[in-house]
């Protein structure tokens, strides 16, 4: 809008034009005795010529100007030439005292020197009086001629009109008024004044021409009208109407279709209730008192300017104005080219009801010649156009140069405070962008040429529904389109066809705050990339942006959500609406690269360093742990793509400065490493130096569900790589969770889904299936209760394999397994009841206590934890079990020794470990086992009064939780069981195919009896 404003100066201009083409027509009857600086060898004084002379030296004038009826050819007239002008006229009179009454007279004046071999030039101006002249001369020594006007009349009405210089009736000059007074002041007359110029037509009354007095002129005479003429006023109801064609008030009309004449725009009205003033010397033309210009339009939409005073300064013509038309200044005299246009009001008014624009202030200064427009005045002026607008106590815009190549000028607001409001996308006129700023707005142009616009003054930018933007300064970089022909009828405006952003910086306390995203950096940089992006295969064609969540992604992330693009905001809202993910950033500075896919914006790239903190929280999963890094640098490369790198570092590490640690958390995951790249959509990531992860997991060690989940923790000492759902580990790998420990060489994690750090399942914790331990393993964890622990496991092998959610396990020996565990203890696994007899076995008291079990097995160890709670270890097994006083206190099995009271140690090929049926169902049993021991079975054993016992058998099978003890026989040889009182004792063999006894009653029943063998029952 405001680079059409130049129009109104167009208007101006033909005003000026009108009275300019007036003044010089009845310049000949001011001083005929002027000559022209251009005229070639003038006569040295003016000559009337003969009527004869006269019709023959000018005829071809004459029949280019006038119709062949007119009075001239009718009878040949005089005429007086001085070399600029030629005046006819039919006859006069001269009375003695200088008077010259003429009846009939016209006056051709040549604007431009001519030579008349060129022929009648197009654009001589002709005057003729209806009635004549009366007209005062100087008196003129000598016989002939006479000198200056010193005043007259031109009676009647007056005719002036010229073809001017164009073929055609486009330019034609004809200016109608009556009886004009000439005097020494000047010209004047109280009669209306009508002008036409072309389609343009003038309207005044009262029209007044001053002039002053010549330098050294004798007698009272004027001295040359050039430089001489003071001003020219009209001082009543002053109206113009210009019709511009395809031009208007404040830009051009819609383009017509190809093909179709475009219909020409409505008229131009100005008019005045105060005096129009043309000033010669200050070449300043202006209206004054209540100055209106309108344009009205087919439709009913008014285009219109008020003002208190409209000012149009004129300049000489120079090569920059006369259009090459070979126009040369004459005498330093104005050419009435318009050099600059001013309107002051309270305020100043413009109005543009045919494009939604408008302009207030007290001040509108428009250069032509600079191509420079000027809005100023009061605390503040207003622009606005389509629901946008602008506040500022100063605005100021700048055309670019003629055939400079370029589509946008340069602006400026400043003088303080100001601030913009608009709406970047009429299809959704409830997204408002607001920028506000304290010191300037303003474009420069930098070494190479590109447009810079700049904010200085904390500038805040806001865009309803997005967010907003804070900084110390924001400079945007925009890049110049070659204009096409949306651009050219200006449908569109300035920046969505002119331009675009390629380059923004913001610096100094930026800061970004929306629904999505929070951000705090010290400097912001936003690249735009328009030529080598991937048109999007579905973008919208609403001018929109699509938000590619760089935290999320790979083959399950939801489909990119459309956002507003015209605005800066945009761009840095990750993920919109769609998956209501909102993201803080934090750091020194920020870098994000976005590519234009057709008419959407991806984002690429995201460059953070320094102190950065980055926090992702989803509404999915109100109660996780959201998404966080903590680290010193933080890149993303191709975020636009499912397979993102993220590359995630801690600072140090060079110049003797310690490394640092870069901390990553997600969906219960947290990753503390010095450095880390990881490939999102693959779920691929490697780390070469020490570091540590936790995991929230919802089993403990043994795979038992948890109540809540709970964090496990995992150090190395080398490397860890990401693969999908399989994380490896290598060197001093310890795992730590409340339940226990586990340190092994290598450990390998398998989990259900694949791992994404980078922020995707949808919000869903890793869950674990299965641990591997290799190259050795020592694990030891707990179970507890309400009242504390209940056990302590300790196990050490040489691999091992847990899934977590089967339950099943897996491990290679030679190894170890060591629990402790609060049980209703027995007195031992074999003793006696009764004096002479075998004592009943008793397997159980009433009492909680303590119980130790150890094995050492060579060969494995198989079960499952979850379903059959089953331990099997194979392979030269030897185990002791018994009672401990604390649970640091351990049992062993030494050479040549024996078993401590109420201890009994096994040796078997094979040993299974189940928890009893019994302990699972009552809520409250202390842990009870069952025992199987399989193959070269040997049971030694110390009951509480000190007997010694020692069973043989294939196969022994032990039940805690019923007291009850079952010792069998293979085909080789029979259970057998001795006893002795003390050692060193008789011994007491027993044998049997099978021998049971139960603790708690006191039963024991034997089959198969052999030789030498005799059970006693128990006493009733």
């Known amino acids: 809008m405001i680079t059409r404003l130049t129009h109104a100066a167009i208007a101006f201009a033909v005003t000026a034009v009108l009275y300019q083409a007036y003044v010089l027509a009845v310049a000949p009857f001011i001083e005929p005795a002027w000559r022209v600086a251009q005229a070639t060898a003038p006569p040295a004084v003016d000559e009337m010529m003969t009527p004869a002379e006269a019709l023959h030296r000018y005829r071809d004038l004459l029949t280019a100007y006038f119709p062949p009826d007119h009075w001239c050819f009718a009878k040949p007239p005089l005429a007086l030439e001085n070399g600029q002008a030629l005046i006819i006229f039919s006859e006069y009179d001269e009375t003695p005292d200088g008077k010259l009454e003429v009846p009939q007279c016209a006056v051709i004046f040549f604007p431009t020197a001519h030579a008349k071999s060129d022929g009648p030039p197009r654009d001589a101006i002709i005057m003729e009086s209806e009635l004549g002249a009366s007209l005062q001369m100087e008196a003129q020594k000598g016989d002939f001629g006479f000198g200056p006007i010193q005043h007259g009349v031109l009676n009647g009405k007056v005719n002036i009109r010229s073809d001017m210089r164009e073929p055609g009736p486009a330019d034609d000059l004809l200016i109608n008024t009556d009886n004009l007074v000439i005097n020494e002041d000047g010209i004047y007359t109280r009669s209306p004044v009508n002008m036409r110029l072309g389609p343009h037509n003038g309207f005044g009354r009262e029209l007044e021409i001053r002039f002053s007095k010549a330098e050294g002129g004798g007698g009272g005479g004027l001295g040359g009208i050039y430089g001489k003429l003071e001003e020219l006023i009209v001082k009543h109801d002053v109206t113009m109407t210009a019709q511009l064609g395809q031009q208007s008030l404040f830009d051009k009309p819609a383009a017509s279709p190809p093909g179709q004449p475009g219909s020409p725009a409505p008229p131009i009205h100005i008019q005045s209730a105060g005096p129009f003033r043309l000033n010669f010397n200050a070449k300043v033309a202006s209206f004054n008192d209540q100055v209106r210009a309108r344009q009205t339009y087919p439709d009913g939409k008014l285009d219109q300017l008020f003002a208190n005073e409209l000012k149009l300064n004129f300049t000489t013509t120079t090569k920059w104005n006369s259009e090459g038309d070979g126009v040369v200044p004459t005498n330093g005299s104005p050419g009435f080219d318009p050099a600059s246009i001013e309107a002051l009001g309270s305020p100043v008014i413009l109005s543009a009801q045919s494009h939604d624009a408008a302009a207030e202030g007290k001040r509108l200064f428009i250069n032509l010649g600079l191509r420079l427009i000027s809005l100023e005045g009061g605390d503040e002026v207003r622009l606005s156009h389509q629901g946008s607008e602008i506040h500022a106590p100063t605005v100021q815009y700048k055309l670019p140069e003629k055939d400079s190549g370029r589509q946008i000028g340069e602006i400026t607001a400043r003088g303080g405070a100001g601030w913009i409001r608009a709406i970047p996308d009429p299809a959704q006129p409830y997204r408002v962008l607001d920028v506000h700023w304290e010191d300037a707005l303003n474009t420069q142009r930098s070494n190479d040429g590109q447009l810079i616009l700049i904010l200085d003054g904390r500038p805040r930018v806001n865009l309803t529904g997005t967010g907003t933007l804070w900084a110390d300064r924001l400079e945007i970089f925009l890049r110049e389109l070659a204009a096409g022909p949306n651009a050219a009828n200006g449908a569109s405006g300035p920046l969505a066809s002119s331009v675009v952003p390629e380059l923004i910086k913001a610096s100094n306390n930026v800061a970004i705050e929306s629904s999505q995203l929070t951000c705090k950096v010290n400097s912001l940089k936003v690249r735009i990339d328009h030529d080598n992006a991937n048109p999007a295969p579905s973008a919208p064609a609403t001018g929109q942006v699509v938000a590619t969540p760089i935290s999320t992604g790979g083959p399950s992330a939801p489909p990119p959500t459309t956002l507003p693009a015209s605005n800066p905001i945009a761009l840095f809202n990750p993920s919109g609406a769609g998956n209501g993910k909102s993201y803080d950033i934090q750091g020194v500075t920020l870098e994000l690269d976005v590519a234009m896919q057709g008419k959407i914006t991806a984002l690429r790239g995201v460059d953070v360093d320094g102190n950065v903190l980055f926090k992702e929280t989803s509404p999915v999963a109100p109660g996780e742990q959201p998404m966080r890094i903590d680290a010193e640098h933080l890149k993303v490369t191709a975020a636009d793509t499912p397979n993102a790198q993220i590359e995630i570092s801690g ?36 780390v070469n130096t020490p570091g540590e992860v936790q995991l929230l997991v919802d089993r403990d060690m043994q795979g038992n569900q948890l109540a809540r989940p709970e964090p496990v923790l995992i150090t190395w000492q080398e490397s860890m790589l990401l693969n999908g759902s399989e994380l490896t580990f290598l060197g001093d790998v310890r795992v730590q969770h409340s339940s226990g420990w586990l340190t092994t060489r290598r450990l390998v994690v398998r989990t259900v889904q694949p791992i994404d750090f980078g922020g995707g399942n949808n919000g869903q914790r890793p869950q674990l299936e299965q641990i591997e331990c290799w190259e050795g393993v020592l694990a030891e964890f707990d ?53 002479g007899a075998p004592a009943a076995p008793r397997l159980m008291n009433e009492e909680v206590k303590l119980r130790h079990l150890h094995i050492d097995f060579v060969r494995g160890v198989g079960g499952n934890m979850l379903a059959s709670k089953t331990v099997k270890v194979i392979g030269n097994v030897e185990a002791v079990y018994g009672p401990v006083d604390s649970w640091d206190q351990r049992l062993s099995m030494s050479p040549g020794g024996d078993p401590g009271a109420d201890t009994v140690w096994i040796t078997c090929d094979e040993l299974g470990v189940t928890e009893s049926p019994i302990a699972r169902i009552t809520p409250d049993a202390a842990r009870q086992v069952e025992l199987n021991a399989l193959g070269n079975v040997v049971l030694e054993g110390q009951d509480k009064q000190g007997k010694l016992y020692n069973a043989t058998g294939g196969k022994a099978m032990y039940d805690q939780s019923k007291g009850q003890f079952i010792l069998e026989g293979d085909q080789n040889r029979p259970a057998t069981v001795e006893t002795q009182a003390y050692a060193g004792a008789p011994k007491s063999p027993q044998s049997a195919q099978r021998i049971s006894f139960n603790q708690n009653t006191g039963i024991v029943e034997a089959q198969g009896l052999h030789h030498a063998s005799s059970i006693n029952p128990a006493p009733k």
């Open 651 to 686: 600072g140090g590490g060079q110049n003797g400065i310690p490394q640092q640690i870069a901390e990553l958390t997600a969906n219960g995951a947290k990753l503390r490493v010095p450095a880390i790249a990881v490939q999102r959509g693959s779920s691929q990531a490697q």
């Open 783 to 835: 179970q507890r209760d309400v009242t504390g622990i209940t056990s302590r496991q300790r196990m050490q092998l040489q691999a091992m394999q847990v899934n977590q959610l089967t339950g099943e396990i897996r491990g290679n020996g030679p190894g170890t397994i060591d629990s402790i565990h609060l049980a209703k203890g027995a007195s031992g696994l074999m003793g006696g009841s009764g004096a």
